[in-house]
């Protein structure tokens, strides 16, 4: 089990031997990638997120404006009320999309006609954008969308699914957890390959039942990978933009504008340039803290996918 | 004994219930864009949502043969996302064996930039590395939808999670007899994660497949570049999409083809996965 | 296999840039589709309608020495494209351009200043809105290539069967008449709209609203740019007749324009651009269906309008070739009209501003649809070229759903947009 030390608990491996030589060469192609196409265009962007620059003119003639973009977000509503909204869909997509991910690919793994169930849940992600925001738009219609027909079933009242500000959001959630079920599902059962079945014979003999077998064997041995998706999850959620921004333009009050569309639209149909940087910025600070939390939280659970 | 029975029973049902419940949804756009290939611009804007066409109008397809060079776009396509997809599973699992089982100076802090690479939002790159491509002069070719995305973080970050998994163990008694890094990379480790291999190339492969923003702000300078959905962008008309939608309707079906192949490709992948018995003895 | 392939990619350009030795190579920057571009064809891909690359291969013919290349991208990304790769140098010689991008495009000095023989034609030739269109800082900055302007659209059936055999003429007239064209399903929610607004963009919710506040006598800003007058009596009047429809139940913020060809909407504010779909919708019906009206009024007729413009960027190596090339395309007579004229009117369907063209194309143009445009174009106010225009479009278009949902009163949202307005001009013109 030595390989699994990961997951659990004390680690009882021998520390490894130094190699740095093979550690760089192994890394070199990558490193050089990221020195050219990652750590140019951020030092680019950072000095232009102390520019007022409509990307018209040079941006040696743009004048400098120190960090006062950043001093203006950081009060600016409009941008706290983003970083809140953006808050909001990353804790609800990312928990409920990994949580159902998580029982569903269990659920199919061993099940009959498997290939044909794990492609049909994969669909989304290979669906175009227009057919989904056809389709979500036909569910989510006041009048005579499905979910209002159900309500009224109940003797409900209709719900504005996209245009009632206080809902837009959360609808917008469902379809993105719909959206992403099938790519984690992709990846956790990756993972579940990898335990081997030694463990759930051997609890079966200790006459464990599945939802034992799930907490006990599947669930810790697939830390590494539910460690992943949560981090990537929750990376990726924080700069969410196609899904709002298509199905979200009639939202009043911007209820569902996240903080990519906000630097998109501050960028390229404000042409400020510069504020959009200071955006960016803060998004990934606020990214990077939000993960150091994240790592330190499933370290405190006994993981140690990072170290 | 017998209620044990009964209850495993109705857990296989429950089961499957659940099972067909959610795949109903998750397929129904997918179905409905097929459907709507296939449907006339008056039945597409019908106030009454149709999931089938009257009668099926075949000739959409030739007509969106006839008005777009698909091959050109498909030839493009292929050789976008192949090539990036190849790119990044070699610097993926190159890096993240590196992180997983190689001690080196700067290796947290290393990892940790890593992570911080997929923490900005793509908006900020796009000046910066449009004005690289016109540096590098690969504005008029392929190097210029590919390079950028050789690297990618989330594979680097997916990669070191499998390889971690592998045991220590295995590696060291390789090391005993002698072998390299190099070797034990391409001998043990790639045959270990081919699921994982398997689960990045769909990923990318998809991901490039269906790029739209950069490629058509290269594209544009370079139009026999045009990938896929760069080209069907071309059938829409500004505001008002209502003649031409049955066509891009049935030119996205043209697109979604190939990522159907080759996810149904890459999942014999998952049938394989590698098995401990033998190292699990602790 | 890669690198054989990046090798003739090589080759290829060597090649192509040989045989284009010696010739002006001009690009030509639009935001058309395909049909546009390349022509309406029939299923034999015989050309049924000429499209802008066919008119460019008359004038290559007639100009040997002078190349061409159409760089097409869709409307909502062209803008981008053009920044992404101007600041990168990457140029092209010629752009068709929205009016509204104009203000910041001449201020950095991105465009050519346009040649007296040209700037004067323009204004002799074009119709006052699309001159207005194209005037930035009382200087003509390109020749207009499309005019656009907004009227009533309205089901004549669903009129006539609640007793209207005329569509409204004032906004009050509208106002009463809606909830006569609205009927409700048994749980309350709408299944026919009397009236529905455009929404979805900022110039799709914002133009129709210009639109009564000018009929109302006011306007958005001070001649000078330098104060917002969203607060004045006739700007809050303007939207509180919008939110009359709402508070008498003829329409709601969910109500679409998109399900007028469905019969499910009775009257909307629309544009040129979407005669081809209600065609599409009511096929056979479509004659003794659909009308249009100039829009109701408050106070005087009027109606909101924006221009496309084709200029030359000042970078540009070759900007005397592709003035000459403008002129022909657009300026020249082809026997009683100009070639983007024609195609316009027949290609695109949309309204040529240039008086000559209207008068010609008369069969185009004098349908029923879009003859009550053109007729429209005399009240036709341009919307104002203002620096951030785009920007500041976006925060009315905020305030005015705002107000549509009933979360600020029109006094509230408009107050609320003028101030963030004011900051923005203060920025800009003090």
Not at chain 1, 197 to 223: C, E, N, W
Not at chain 1, 235 to 261: C, E, H, K, Y
Request: aromatic share 14%.
């Amino acid at each position: 089990m030595a390989g699994l030390s990961e997951t659990k608990g004390p680690v009882r491996r021998k520390k490894l031997k130094t190699n740095t030589g093979a550690g760089y060469a192994f890394l070199a192609p990558a490193l050089l990638f990221y020195s050219i196409f990652f750590v140019y265009p951020v030092v680019f962007s950072l000095i232009v997120s102390t520019k007022r620059w409509n990307m018209l003119v040079p941006l040696s003639r743009a004048r400098s404006v120190g960090f006062s973009h950043y001093s203006y977000l950081l009060s600016d509503q409009v941008f706290l009320g983003v970083l809140r909204n953006t808050l909001i869909y990353a804790l609800a997509t990312v928990s409920l999309t990994i949580v159902i991910a998580l029982i569903l690919a269990v659920l199919i793994n061993n099940a009959k006609l498997s290939v044909l169930w794990r492609f049909i849940y994969f669909a989304p992600v290979v669906t175009p954008q227009v057919a989904i925001g056809t389709i979500w738009g036909y569910l989510y219609r006041p009048n005579n969308g499905l979910f209002n027909s159900i309500l009224r079933l109940f003797g409900m009242k209709p719900v504005y699914w996209l245009t009632d500000p206080n809902v837009a959001l959360f609808s917008i959630i469902i379809t993105a957890v719909w959206a992403g079920i099938g790519g984690s599902m992709l990846i956790i059962t990756a993972g579940l390959k990898n335990i081997p079945q030694d463990y759930y014979d051997a609890a079966k003999i200790d006459g464990a039942g599945p939802f034992r077998q799930f907490f006990y064997i599947t669930v810790p041995l697939l830390s590494p990978t539910l460690l992943f998706l949560t981090a990537t999850g929750f990376i990726g959620a924080w700069q969410v933009f196609d899904l709002p921004f298509t199905m979200g333009r009639n939202a009043p009050a911007r209820s569902v504008m996240t903080v990519s569309w906000y630097v998109y639209e501050t960028a390229f149909q404000s042409l400020r340039m510069g504020r959009a940087s200071a955006g960016a910025f803060l998004l990934f600070c606020v990214i990077f803290g939000f993960t150091l939390l994240i790592l330190w939280l499933f370290r405190r659970g006994g993981i140690k996918g990072y170290e | 004994m017998n209620r044990k029975k009964a209850i495993r029973i109705l857990l296989e049902i429950i089961r499957y219930v659940i099972i067909v419940f959610g795949a109903f949804w998750m397929i129904l756009p997918f179905f409905w864009l097929f459907s709507a290939s296939l449907m006339t611009p008056e039945e597409l804007i019908s106030d009454v949502p149709k999931w089938l066409p009257e009668k099926p109008q075949w000739n959409n397809y030739v007509q969106v043969l006839k008005r777009i060079p698909l091959l050109m776009y498909y030839k493009n396509s292929f050789i976008v996302a192949g090539s990036v997809t190849l790119l990044v599973l070699a610097t993926s699992s190159m890096a993240g064996f590196a992180f997983a089982k190689l001690r080196f100076f700067g290796r947290k802090v290393l990892f940790s930039f890593v992570l911080s690479t997929m923490m900005f939002p793509v908006f900020i790159f796009l000046i910066p590395v449009y004005y690289l491509m016109k540096l590098f002069g690969w504005l008029d070719n392929y190097l210029s939808l590919i390079v950028p995305f050789a690297v990618s973080g989330y594979g680097i970050f997916l990669m070191r999670q499998f390889i971690l998994t592998i045991p220590d163990e295995l590696l060291d008694c390789a090391r005993l007899d002698g072998a390299k890094e190099l070797k034990i990379y391409t001998t043990i480790i790639l045959p270990l994660i081919k699921p994982a291999l398997a689960t990045l190339a769909i990923l990318t492969f998809i991901g490039q497949w269906n790029s739209f923003l950069w490629p058509l702000i290269v594209t544009s300078t370079a139009q026999r570049l045009m990938t896929l959905p760069v080209g069907i962008s071309r059938l829409s008309l500004a505001f008002s999409t209502v003649e031409t939608q049955h066509l891009i309707l049935t030119a996205l079906v043209y697109q979604v083809i190939p990522m159907v192949v080759v996810f149904l490709y890459l999942q014999r992948y998952y049938i394989r996965g590698f098995v401990l018995s033998g190292f699990g003895n602790l | 296999m890669k690198r054989s392939l990046v090798l003739l990619a090589v080759v290829l350009c060597v090649l192509l840039s040989f045989s284009g030795f010696g010739k002006t190579k001009l690009i030509f920057a639009v935001h058309w589709s395909d049909y546009q571009v390349e022509g309406v064809k029939d299923e034999n891909g015989n050309v049924v309608v000429k499209g802008l690359k066919q008119y460019i291969e008359e004038y290559q013919k007639l100009n040997p020495n002078v190349e061409i290349e159409i760089q097409s991208v869709p409307f909502d990304e062209y803008l981008k494209r053009i920044l992404i790769s101007h600041t990168s140098g990457v140029i092209a010689d010629i752009y068709v351009l929205y009016s509204l991008w104009g203000v910041q495009l001449v201020d950095s000095g991105i465009l050519d200043e346009v040649p007296k023989d040209v700037v004067s034609k323009v204004k002799s030739d074009f119709v006052k809105a699309a001159v207005d269109g194209a005037t930035i800082d009382k200087a003509i900055w390109g020749v207009p290539v499309e005019v656009a302007n907004y009227a009533l659209v309205y089901n004549k059936k669903l009129l006539q069967e609640a007793g209207f055999n005329e569509p409204p003429k004032t906004w009050d007239e509208l106002v009463a008449m809606a909830p006569k064209l609205t009927k409700r399903n048994p749980d309350g929610t709408v299944a026919q709209y009397g009236f529905a607004f455009l929404s979805g963009w900022d110039s799709a919710v914002v133009h129709p609203y210009l639109a009564l506040l000018y009929s109302n006598g006011g306007k958005p800003f001070k001649d000078d740019f330098t104060e917002c007058l969203l607060t004045s009596k006739e700007a809050i009047e303007a939207l509180e007749a919008e939110l009359k429809l709402f508070k008498n139940g003829a329409t709601d913020p969910a109500a679409s324009v998109w399900n007028f060809p469905t019969g499910k909407v009775a009257m909307m504010i629309m544009a040129p651009w979407y005669e081809t779909a209600l065609k599409l919708g009511f096929k056979d019906e479509y004659e003794a269906t659909v009308g249009v009206a100039p829009i109701p009024y408050l106070k005087k007729p009027a109606t909101v309008g924006y221009t496309w413009f084709i200029a030359v960027d000042s970078a540009s190596k070759n900007k005397k070739a592709a003035w000459d090339f403008i002129r022909w395309m657009t300026l020249q007579d082809a026997g009683g009209f100009t070639r983007m004229g024609e195609l316009m009117a027949k290609n695109i369907g949309s309204i040529p501003p240039n008086k000559k063209d209207i008068a010609f194309f008369k069969e185009e143009l004098n349908d029923l649809y879009t003859s009550a445009f053109v007729k429209e174009l005399e009240n036709t106010y341009q919307e104002p070229n203002i620096a951030q225009g785009q920007e500041i479009k976006t925060i009315l278009m905020r305030e005015i759903i705002e107000a549509w949902n009933g979360r600020k009163t029109a006094e509230q949202a408009l107050n609320d947009a003028k101030k963030q307005i004011d900051k923005i001009l203060e920025e800009f013109y003090k």
